[in-house]
């Protein structure tokens, strides 16, 4: 999942083109970017067929509203917030809320998500991520968001982590399309041959 914090909507489809052609298939546009409801609605219309396009840091059923209304797919919080998941389930997207703690991951489980965001992924090693899956559903999806390099990809993935949220390490406002693309094509390189 690309996180493209600071995008504006001029950016948003040169660098949505360029995240589709290296393989990424989910694009996240943090709500605390300029204009992101237009950068959604954008990306939505020209790539929705191609990739999941949605919000993040959703904070609340509003919120959600705004993102299903400008096409969006995906609601990705930082926060567990029960209250967000399930509007977000109503509207029929798909949740992924951020948790870092059993408490937190089995809560929101049971409001409705998707999957969960393990966030900050700085503060846990594989081994939480291996031993959160050990108590919750199996088939559980945990993505660790934060800090992640194609470096750390591997041990993440070895403890049952089921994809990652790549944010500054991919992009950070005014970067090139072209820089995006070869970043991103690093990283599904790496991942593709783990």
Excluded: W
Excluded at 76 to 87: G, K, L, M, Q
Excluded at 150 to 177: N, R, V
């Amino acid at each position: 999942m690309a996180i493209l914090r600071g995008i504006t909507p001029d950016e948003a489809l040169p660098i949505a083109e360029a995240l589709v052609r290296a393989g990424f298939p989910i694009i996240e546009i943090p709500l605390n970017s300029p204009s992101p409801i237009l950068s959604i609605a954008r990306i939505a219309d020209h790539f929705g067929d191609q990739c999941i396009i949605g919000a993040g840091t959703v904070l609340t059923a509003e919120e959600v509203s705004a993102v299903a209304d400008a096409g969006g797919r995906l609601i990705v919080s930082p926060n567990t917030n029960p209250n967000v998941i399930r509007a977000t389930r109503r509207c029929g997207l798909l949740s992924m809320p951020g948790a870092l703690s059993p408490t937190e991951v089995l809560t929101a489980l049971d409001a409705g998500a998707n999957a969960i965001k393990l966030f900050p992924a700085e503060l846990i090693s594989p081994h939480v991520v291996k031993a959160l899956l050990a108590v919750t559903p199996p088939g559980t999806l945990m993505l660790p968001v934060g800090g992640i390099t194609p470096e750390h990809m591997s041990d993440y993935l070895a403890a049952g982590a089921a994809g990652f949220g790549i944010g500054s390490a991919l992009y950070a406002p005014g970067t090139s399309a072209s820089v995006v693309y070869r970043v991103a094509r690093h990283f599904v390189e790496t991942l593709s041959a783990l």
